[in-house]
């Protein structure tokens, strides 16, 4: 079978990502965050085309075709306004100086638009865009990270949002939220590998040297593409897995967690997530094991432990498996990439 990112090349597609532009946007991070997403593509094709190697086809969205002023004075002209009927894989807002709890008129018809496209199935992502976001109404009654200086915004304005300030990143299904700016280049790195494939980004990886996540964040973005669903009950039992690798809960301990049958919960997990709540675990541990092969030197014994296999051979039969690869191989690869 075709890896995800061969089989976009193959039918020349190029993932959809609008960058909205707030009042008072800050022009530094809407360029980071272009300039990594194109890196992603020139480093993965070895050449300096940036328009022939492009993945993600990048529109700034403004409330109209006019410049909008960034922070620091310079306007930026969007490349289409929020008439834009295109639909959107991806939407993020980026941070703004000093926004207010108050809707601003060129905010207004930007939440609406980020709602639309939010509701016709985009990733919307906030790198400490927190604020616009909770206008949009997506925020209510969610988790939320953002800057500590927006804590009494929320608190006056938005009270249903779970807003935790000394977060680095909080993932909600289709809702990612970034606190500061440090966050970037790991959220540009959960794109690449979500449309193109760990093959891509591991390539961006090894050139943008994405340290700010701890393991657990890093399992946290990575399993948002299971929390699609908005099923409350559900997030909470994948989330209690995610943190509990090492000795996971029984079935009949999570279904008591969320106050449902073994059998119902099962059933509904399957149903929404799209996985069975077997392989969800065994997809987890995959994943974090790969995280902690690429990012520690710890022994496998501990990495065994950590991901709740229960024997290094355990582990080295799964990794090689679902990669093909030796847990061994892997890391000294991943590592090699690193030093080069």
């Given amino acids: 079978m075709l890896g995800v990112d061969l089989i976009r090349q193959f039918i020349d597609m190029k993932v959809k990502l609008a960058i909205v532009l707030p009042p008072r946007f800050w022009a530094g991070a809407v360029y980071l965050t272009q300039e990594l997403l194109a890196s992603a593509g020139t480093l993965y094709s070895h050449s300096a085309d940036i328009a022939g190697s492009a993945l993600f086809d990048v529109r700034l969205v403004g409330p109209t075709r006019q410049p909008v002023a960034s922070f620091?004075?310079?306007?930026?002209?969007?490349?289409?306004?929020?008439?834009?009927?295109?639909?959107?894989?991806?939407?993020?807002?980026?941070?703004?100086?000093?926004?207010?709890?108050?809707?601003?008129?060129?905010?207004?018809?930007?939440?609406?638009?980020?709602?639309?496209?939010?509701?016709?199935?985009?990733?919307?992502?906030?790198?400490?865009?927190?604020?616009?976001?909770?206008?949009?109404?997506?925020?209510?009654?969610?988790?939320?990270?953002?800057?500590?200086?927006?804590?009494?915004?929320?608190?006056?304005?938005?009270?249903?949002?779970?807003?935790?300030?000394?977060?680095?990143?909080v993932v909600n299904g289709q809702l990612i939220c970034a606190g500061g700016i440090n966050p970037t280049a790991d959220v540009c790195a959960y794109i690449v590998e979500r449309y193109y494939g760990k093959r891509v980004a591991r390539k961006f990886i090894r050139h943008t040297a994405t340290e700010s996540l701890n393991s657990g964040e890093r399992l946290a973005v990575w399993s948002s593409r299971y929390k699609q669903h908005q099923d409350a009950r559900i997030v909470l039992v994948q989330q209690t897995i995610e943190s509990s690798l090492a000795q996971t809960p029984a079935l009949a301990t999570l279904a008591q967690t969320v106050h449902l049958s073994e059998r119902t919960l099962s059933r509904r997990f399957a149903e929404l997530s799209g996985v069975s709540l077997r392989s969800y675990v065994a997809l987890c541990r995959l994943e974090m094991a790969r995280i902690l092969l690429r990012d520690s030197r710890d022994p496998l014994t501990l990495v065994a432990q950590q991901c709740g296999y229960g024997s290094v051979s355990a582990l080295v039969h799964a990794f090689g498996k679902e990669h093909g690869i030796s847990p061994q191989r892997y890391r000294h690869e991943a590592h090699q990439d690193r030093s080069d």
């Avoid at 207004?108 to 985009?122: C, D, E, F, S, V």
């Avoid at 992502?125 to 949009?136: D, M």
Wanted: aromatic share 8%; glycine share 10%.
């Fill in 72 to 169: 620091t004075g310079p306007a930026i002209l969007p490349d289409v306004s929020v008439r834009d009927k295109s639909r959107y894989d991806v939407v993020i807002a980026p941070p703004q100086f000093a926004p207010g709890g108050e809707l601003e008129p060129g905010e207004a018809p930007l939440a609406r638009w980020i709602a639309l496209q939010h509701r016709q199935g985009a990733l919307v992502i906030s790198l400490s865009g927190a604020v616009l976001l909770a206008k949009t109404g997506l925020l209510d009654n969610q988790p939320a990270t953002g800057l500590q200086g927006e804590r009494a915004i929320f608190a006056g304005y938005f009270p249903s949002v779970r807003f935790t300030p000394n977060l680095k990143i």
